[in-house]
Structure formats: C-alpha cells, structure tokens
C-alpha cells in the first residue's frame, strides 16, 4: 500500500512531461508554420491567377506533382484542382477555383499522353474554355514541360487571345522540343504514323543564325512559324532547358539549338522573354521536373516572386534569379533589337 501514492505521483509527472514535450512541439510546429507564412509574404504575391501544368509525352500526374509540391513548401502556391481530360475529349475535374484563393495550382492530365503536342492543344483548347465559361477564370499561367511545352506555345498561337479563353499570363516552358526531339530510338518513341516523324533531330547537327532562326527548319517548327504573328503580346516566357555538358549540347532527348529555337518566334511580339540554363547531370531532360533544385526556384521566382520585375518602365531581371541561374537571354518587346 505504501507504493500506491509514488505510483500517482509518476504518473502524473510522466502526463505533466508528456503535456510539456506536445505543446513544445506544437508550438515549434505553429511558429515554422508562421515563419512561413512571413516569408510567403515577403517574397511572393497574392494573386488569383491560377497555373496550369501541362505534361509532356508520356507523362502523368507525377510529372507535375514533383514541381508543385516545391511550389507549395515554399509557401508561394496551393494545388486546387486535377482536370483529366479522357481520349474521348471528355474533361472530368476534381476540386474548385474560386477568385479568393492564393495562387491556385490546377494538374493537367491526358488519360492519352501520347496523343502527341497537336492533340493536347487541342485539348487545352477545351479545357481552357470549360475554365472561362464554368469557373470565370480570366487569366492563366502556364507550366509546359516537354511536348507540354510545345502544346503550350502552340495552344497561344492558335487562339490568340479569343475572347472564350482566358488571357495567358505568365508562361514557364521547361525543355521544350520546338525545331524537333533527338531521334534516340528509344522504344517509347513513335515508330509509325506522323508524330514519328517528329523524332527528326540529332545533337551538334543544327545551329542558331545571328537572329535567332534555327539553319535546319523541321515541320513541327514550320508550323509555328506560320503562327507566330498570333502569339498574344502580353504574355511573359521564362525558356528552361537543360545542358548536359557531355558534348551533346543538349539534356539528352532535346537539343539546346530546338530549345532555344523559340526565341526566333516570339521576339518583338511577347511582352517578355528570358533563357534559363541548367547544366550537369540533373539537367538530364526528364530530370528537370523531377525535385529539380534549379528548375523550382525559377519557376517559383518568375511566376510568384515579387521581387521579379517585369514592367517596362522598370529593369527586366530580378537580381536574385540573374545572380543565380546566370540567364542567357532576355529581351523584352520593342527592346529586342537593341539587345542583339
């Protein structure tokens, strides 16, 4: 019996320690999460212009997750909707947009993703309308990767700015295949039909002119070409591609030169063009979307910083970001020939 009050009082000793080591971490937890949100603040806007990710051949929900989940840790955006577009057309969406949402994220996916980049603007078209009509969504950034890049392009070009879409905002193009994709003869790659001859290029064999035209035109770049006048004035383009440095000139699927190649078309029609480089083995093509350090903080920057300045009355770079990523080229429109 003489025991039974010792047993009390540790019991209570191990629930008062017990209580003080949970409040201690969830006060640890409450003020990281308050450091965050101060950060968040300072460093990124307040907006309700949605970003759209946009997957490339083959790719999935998982290409995109990768570059949002930064986006979030950050503390720069929230993911609030999944669209999924079936082979059929047919468009299915989980979760909503509303105008108060801070700086919404929406996935992408082609339930066909190797439909090719023609199909999937043809779905965006779609897609972008269901978000004007339904959601009353006025403007969108974009996030491309790959062939996702060059839909994205495409997409722009082809609806200007229609007045049943919203008006692209801010455009991210990571590794896109503009002026043709390295023929590696990959088993993933189209061997029949007309998307296999997309598959056309080869590493050290094309080059860029003094104005930005690529010496070898491919078809896929030809159609661009064709559009170019229709890309919408107002929309900024961040260019990210990847270097392997390993004598290719390219991140092993892409070459700089089909990469680089978009510059020939938007310059002294975009509002905004700037080149990011990313070298060594992490710019491999499907690495840069996969937690790429590199890639996320541009991305982030551009689309959310609000230290980067875009305005034509102000300096084009974001000291940070130039200081950074060491950007190969920028101009913005009606500077271009004074920057060449």
């Given amino acids: 019996m003489m025991f039974k009050p010792q ?17 201690a971490i969830g006060f640890s937890i409450w003020q990281n999460h308050q450091e965050q949100e101060r950060y968040a603040q300072q460093n990124y806007i307040n907006s309700n212009i949605p970003t ?32 999924r577009v079936r082979p059929n057309g047919k468009i ?22 190797r439909a090719g980049e023609f199909q999937y603007a043809k779905w965006l078209t779609k897609v972008a ?13 974009f996030v491309g990767h790959s ?16 007045k049943d879409i919203p008006r692209a905002n801010k455009l991210v193009l990571i590794a896109g295949p503009y ?45 661009l070409n064709n559009l170019k006048k229709h890309m919408p004035r107002q929309v900024r383009i961040l260019n990210i591609y990847g ?7 390219s991140d092993g699927v892409v070459t700089n030169e089909s990469a680089l190649s978009l510059g020939y078309l938007v310059r002294g029609r975009v509002d905004y063009y700037q080149t990011t480089k990313v070298t060594g083995p992490n710019a491999q093509h ?36 130039d200081k950074m990523m060491n950007p190969s080229i920028a101009f913005k429109h009606g500077q271009d020939e004074a920057n060449n």
């Fill in 129 to 141: 309308k269901m978000l004007k009509s339904k959601y009353h969504i006025e403007r969108l950034n």
């Fill in 179 to 223: 002026n043709g994709i390295i023929n590696n003869g990959k088993q993933n790659q189209p061997i029949t039909g007309p998307l296999a001859a997309l598959w056309d290029d080869q590493p050290n064999v094309n080059h860029l002119k003094k104005n930005g035209e690529p010496a070898i035109i491919h078809p896929e770049y030809q159609i």
């Fill in 147 to 162: 062939m996702g890049s060059y839909a994205t392009v495409y997409y722009n070009m082809l609806n200007d700015n229609h």
């Fill in 52 to 83: 759209l990710f946009v997957h490339g051949w083959g790719g999935t929900l998982r290409s995109e997750r990768k570059m949002a989940s930064d986006a979030e840790a950050s503390g720069a955006a929230q993911r609030r909707m999944v669209i």
């Fill in 7 to 23: 047993r009390k009082i540790w019991r209570i000793l191990y629930f008062v320690i017990g209580s003080i080591v949970f409040i």
């Fill in 286 to 321: 499907s690495d840069l979307h996969n937690h790429n350090l590199a890639v996320n903080r541009a991305l982030t920057t551009f689309i959310w910083g609000k230290h980067y300045n875009m305005s034509s009355t102000s300096s084009q770079y974001n000291p940070m970001l």
């Fill in 92 to 113: 299915a969406v989980t979760g909503t947009i509303k105008k108060w949402m801070r700086n919404p994220l929406i996935f992408l996916r082609f339930d066909n993703n």
């Fill in 243 to 249: 270097d392997l440095n390993d004598g290719s000139h």
